[in-house]
């Protein structure tokens, strides 16, 4: 069965870093655009950050423009999130996605998703 398995959250402070990975399995990896997603608490799900398989295409939430990057290996199955100058507003958990569509930024339609990881940032 296909799981997508999140890695790299944790604590770290205003104006710190952190990477998140995701590492697919039981899918065809290079046939599907990555998506991260996010939910605080008390608050719907959104997107952050999108590839896409087909072209490569990046693209992301204007909240995480320029802070953050998305990337994929598709040798590794593992797409990946480098998130910098964090905010507080940044903490939430966060999800990876897969979706069989480019340019996709809605969550219900993409197809899987993983556990998720919490990313906390203190002021």
């Known amino acids: 069965q296909v799981q997508l398995v999140e890695s790299g959250g944790g604590l770290v402070q205003a104006g710190g870093s952190l990477r998140l990975s995701c590492a697919a399995s039981?899918?065809?990896?290079?046939?599907?655009?990555m998506g991260w997603f996010r939910q605080a608490p008390g608050k719907e799900r959104e997107f952050v950050a999108g590839i896409n398989w087909s072209d490569g295409n990046t693209y992301y939430a204007d909240s995480t423009k320029g802070r953050f990057t998305i990337s994929r290996n598709n040798a590794k199955n593992t797409v990946y999130l480098q998130m910098n100058s964090l905010k507080p507003e940044d903490t939430a958990i966060y999800y990876c996605?897969?979706?069989?569509?480019?340019?996709?930024?809605?969550?219900?339609?993409?197809?899987?998703w993983g556990q998720g990881t919490q990313v906390t940032v203190s002021s």
């Open positions: 996605a897969a979706d069989t569509r480019s340019n996709s930024r809605v969550a219900a339609k993409y197809d899987y």
């Open positions: 039981g899918l065809t990896f290079s046939r599907y655009t």
